[in-house]
């Protein structure tokens, strides 16, 4: 079974920049697609970035130009490397497959103060 163990959150200024990391275990070439997502208090969960198995990778819009998601296969490990981050960007970040998997894991929480 396919775990996922999100690290890296925390505290950051308007403008800074963070760098999540999401360490995949179990049968991690199992998955076609990995990707990070973030629920805000009182919001749903929404996607925020995915990267295929061959490294291609797509983003929301409202975080298009400002993060980076990439992987590095022989750690099982995929990074988000967040910049410019706003208060809108407050969550917890949690990876999964995509389409994702009915288990989370515990996230990972991102709090920017303005």
């Known amino acids: 079974q396919v775990q996922f163990v999100e690290s890296g959150g925390g505290l950051v200024q308007a403008g800074g920049s963070l760098r999540l990391s999401c360490a995949v275990s179990?049968?991690?070439?199992?998955?076609?697609?990995t990707a990070w997502y973030r629920q805000a208090p009182g919001k749903q969960r929404e996607l925020v970035a995915f990267?295929?198995?061959?490294?291609?990778?797509n983003y929301a819009d409202s975080v298009k130009g400002r993060f980076t998601i990439s992987r590095e296969n022989g750690k099982n490990t995929v990074y988000l490397q967040m910049n410019s981050l706003k208060p809108e960007d407050t969550a917890v970040y949690y990876c999964?497959?995509?389409?994702?998997?009915?288990?989370w894991g515990q996230g990972t929480q991102v709090t920017v103060s303005s």
């Open positions: 990267i295929s198995s061959g490294a291609w990778t």
């Open positions: 179990g049968s991690p070439f199992s998955i076609g697609s």
């Open positions: 999964n497959a995509r389409p994702p998997y009915s288990a």
